[in-house]
């Protein structure tokens, strides 16, 4: 379970709770059933309208994806293609087969093979950087499903408040009852606002950042698997692959270049 993406929203709840408690409010101030009806339902519905079958098979997919935390190591991936890269030069493609057949990433494992099996670079980048496409499509059009539902939220939210503003006109010849009355009619646009600013919207946000760092890892692993397959020095390799790192990450990776080294030099003691 993703830490930040729960622990954000309770904050956020627990801040909206805490200030009703300051102004000397009550929680059940705050429930209302047919409010959060209106909200929630008239959301889905609308969301329903606006997405294929598909997408809705693929909705517990997408927020699973913003629920739990990735697998994404980036620094790690290249340690091991720098690894992979000096294993290459020593020992030729062929001998990558069972490191590919153990790659626990499928895209890494079908990227290693197009370059064991002598496929053309610029073919491998091709077919590489279509299902990158295709990927970055398939979840523009998830993060889309939340993004849509936090529009419809804050309008679902003041329609649930015009139609308790309309029950509560109807009722007018009891002028002691309007002000809970209003206040009641208004849990709806609070519902509304409450979900698409504090649930709907934040997950979106977060699935474009687990997205891009998806596709910034792939995008390590076509350039990493190129540049093996080029027959690049793994010092090279390091350094091309090292410009996708941010400045902390880069100096989480010192040990790499010292490592290679002593292989290589060990190696020309051998030869030696």
């Known amino acids: 379970?993703?830490?930040?993406?729960?622990?954000?929203?309770?904050?956020?709840?627990?801040?909206?709770?805490?200030?009703?408690?300051?102004?000397?409010?009550?929680?059940?101030?705050?429930?209302?059933?047919?409010?959060?009806?209106?909200?929630?339902?008239?959301?889905?519905?609308?969301?329903?309208?606006?997405?294929?079958?598909?997408?809705?098979?693929?909705?517990?997919?997408?927020?699973?994806?913003?629920?739990?935390?990735?697998?994404?190591?980036?620094?790690?991936?290249?340690?091991?293609?720098?690894?992979?890269?000096?294993?290459?030069?020593?020992?030729?493609?062929?001998?990558?087969?069972?490191?590919?057949?153990?790659?626990?990433?499928?895209?890494?494992?079908?990227?290693?093979?197009?370059?064991?099996?002598?496929?053309?670079?610029?073919?491998?980048?091709?077919?590489?950087?279509?299902?990158?496409?295709?990927?970055?499509?398939?979840?523009?059009?998830?993060?889309?499903?939340?993004?849509?539902?936090?529009?419809?939220?804050?309008t679902m939210g003041v329609l649930g408040t015009v139609m308790g503003l309309i029950h509560m006109m109807s009722r007018i010849e009891n002028p002691s009852q309007m002000g809970p009355a209003i206040a009641t009619a208004f849990v709806a646009t609070l519902y509304g606002v409450s979900s698409a600013n504090l649930l709907f919207l934040p997950i979106a946000n977060k699935l474009r950042t687990r997205h891009a760092e998806e596709v910034l890892l792939r995008e390590v692993i076509v350039e990493g698997v190129l540049a093996i397959q080029s027959g690049e020095n793994p010092r090279i390799v390091e350094q091309r692959l090292r410009a996708f790192l941010s400045q902390r990450q880069k100096r989480a990776l010192p040990t790499l270049r010292w490592h290679i080294h002593d292989d290589q030099s060990t190696q020309e003691h051998k030869t030696a």
Request: proline share 3%; net charge negative.
């Open 1 to 154: 379970m993703d830490s930040t993406t729960v622990g954000g929203l309770l904050f956020g709840v627990g801040c909206l709770i805490a200030a009703l408690w300051l102004e000397g409010g009550h929680l059940h101030q705050l429930v209302n059933l047919p409010a959060a009806v209106i909200v929630l339902g008239g959301t889905f519905g609308a969301t329903l309208i606006g997405v294929s079958a598909r997408q809705l098979r693929d909705l517990p997919h997408i927020l699973r994806q913003a629920l739990v935390s990735p697998s994404i190591d980036i620094s790690q991936t290249i340690r091991w293609l720098v690894t992979l890269s000096e294993k290459a030069r020593r020992e030729g493609l062929l001998a990558l087969e069972a490191d590919a057949n153990a790659a626990s990433d499928e895209f890494l494992k079908r990227a290693l093979q197009l370059a064991i099996d002598g496929t053309d670079p610029e073919l491998v980048r091709d077919i590489l950087q279509l299902e990158i496409t295709f990927l970055e499509e398939r979840h523009r059009q998830g993060e889309q499903v939340f993004t849509s539902m936090g529009g419809y939220a804050p």
